[in-house]
């Protein structure tokens, strides 16, 4: 299995959405099972936070789905 881990500073806006993306992309070429993608925070400042509204809005369109992240140290 191959892992990816996506990291920005608080993993509400870039990280979770090119996680979110890999994963949509994965899952559309019948990949998933062969990767595990993640995203982390380099920092705690947002820990508990969703993620940030309008990249939440930008999934819209592609009818991706931005779950409620559970933020990594």
Known sequence: ????????????????????LLRDLLVKKGL??????ASAATSREEI??????PAKKSFLPLALVAVKKQHDR
Do not use: K
């Open 1 to 20: 299995m191959i892992h990816i881990l996506f990291i920005c500073h608080g993993n509400i806006c870039r990280s979770p959405m090119a996680e979110f």
């Open 48 to 53: 508990g936070n969703a993620v940030y509204p």
């Open 32 to 37: 998933s099972h062969e990767f595990f993608v």
